[in-house]
Nanobody
Framework: VQLVESGGGLVQPGGSLRLSCLASGFSFSTYTMNWYRQASGKERELVATIGSDGGYIDYADSVKGRFTISRDNAKSTMYLQMNSLKPDDTAVYYC????????WGQGTQVTVSS
């Protein structure tokens, strides 16, 4: 099982980034997938969830209306479009799924700063 995040970087407040999570080694299309984030000195928090076929989507209140989660099962890839970024969005972002245990990627750093 492998989850590889990409797309992070440094962006100014109000800017946008699109994160990707490329999955391999498991049947991606059959699992609910999640984006989490962890800011320095804080606990890891759930940002967004998408059901196996994209029919179920949920967001943390802090990102509703600004972030959009999506997936392309043909490409075994999940995305997180992040708009109107704020300094409080600065964190390492991880993709995740649960199959008898939690599986995590290595994370991608997002820094929102002027």
């Amino acid at each position: 099982v492998q989850l590889v995040e990409s797309g992070g970087g440094l962006v100014q407040p109000g800017g946008s980034l699109r994160l990707s999570c490329l999955a391999s080694g498991f049947s991606f299309s059959t699992y609910t997938m999640n984006w989490y984030r962890q800011a320095s000195g804080k606990e890891r928090e759930l940002v967004a969830t998408i059901g196996s076929d994209g029919g179920y989507i949920d967001y943390a209140d802090s990102v509703k209306g600004r972030f959009t989660i999506s997936r392309d099962n043909a490409k075994s890839t999940m995305y997180l479009q992040m708009n109107s970024l704020k300094p409080d969005d600065t964190a390492v972002y991880y993709c995740n799924f649960w199959a008898m245990e939690d599986y995590w990627g290595q994370g991608t750093q997002v820094t929102v700063s002027s």
